[in-house]
T-cell receptor, first 113, second 111 residues
Framework: EAEVAQSPRYKITEKSQAVAFWCDPI?????LYWYRQILGQGPELLVQ????????DSQLPKDRFSAERLKGVDSTLKIQPAELGDSAMYLC???????????FGPGTRLTVL | LAKTTQPISMDSYEGQEVNITCSHN???????ITWYQQFPSQGPRFIIQ???TKVTNEVASLFIPADRKSSTLSLPRVSLSDTAVYYC????????????FGQGTELSVKP
């Protein structure tokens, strides 16, 4: 069964450093999402791509976060500089266009010291 | 965006049927109701989706009354492995909308 791949699974960094997360969606899924999940809360949508275009980045803190999906396949989410409050699970999901069923990857657990 | 309200937590025992109700009083005409399950340290997993009446799959049933202002996820004969957080989402992806995850319901199944 096809799965969404994410790396790294765990990342520990110091405040003010740069970090990057990678996501490879299920083949053929044009829609890709990045979520942030703080412990005890539901996932919060950061950015949504349709192919290589950003559809929604209204909740993305653009002063420090950036996301790209250059060829419309895999995607990278970057934080620069990282802050203590960025410690969370970062989840990537993909879906077919206009479908409610999203397939999530295992996530990247970020700890900022 | 339709706001959803669901219980913060529920307890059950193995073998029982569990019903989790979600309120969504301002659901829009084109909105669908979608439920996800999430285990600790994993991403959410799609369970079921519906628009009205009843939907059933191999995992769960979803009951939606005629006014669609609430929905109930029914898990038959739960086991310890059903211990997870369950999220109710309301929205219409097809109309450019997005699905918002709330806090979810933490279900604890005991032996």
């Amino acid at each position: 069964e096809a799965e969404v791949a994410q790396s790294p699974r765990y990342k520990i960094t110091e405040k003010s450093q740069a970090v990057a997360f990678w996501c490879d969606p299920i083949s053929g899924h044009a829609t890709l999402y990045w979520y942030r999940q703080i412990l005890g809360q539901g996932p919060e949508l950061l950015v949504q791509f349709q192919d290589e275009s950003v559809v929604d980045d209204s909740q993305l803190p653009k002063d420090r976060f950036s996301a790209e999906r250059l060829k419309g396949v895999d995607s990278t989410l970057k934080i620069q500089p990282a802050e203590l409050g960025d410690s969370a699970m970062y989840l990537c999901a993909s879906s077919l266009p206009n479908r409610h069923e999203q397939f999530f990857g295992p996530g990247t657990r970020l700890t900022v010291l | 965006l339709a706001k959803t309200t669901q219980p913060i937590s529920m307890d059950s025992y193995e073998g029982q049927e569990v019903n989790i109700t979600c309120s969504h009083n301002n659901i829009a005409t084109n909105d669908y109701i979608t439920w996800y399950q999430q285990f600790p340290s994993q991403g959410p997993r799609f369970i079921i989706q519906g628009y009205k009446t009843k939907v059933t799959n191999e995992v769960a049933s979803l009951f939606i009354p005629a006014d669609r202002k609430s929905s109930t996820l029914s898990l038959p004969r739960v086991s310890l492995s059903d211990t997870a957080v369950y999220y109710c989402l309301v929205g219409d992806i097809g109309q450019g909308g997005k699905l918002i995850f709330g806090q979810g319901t933490e279900l604890s199944v005991k032996p």
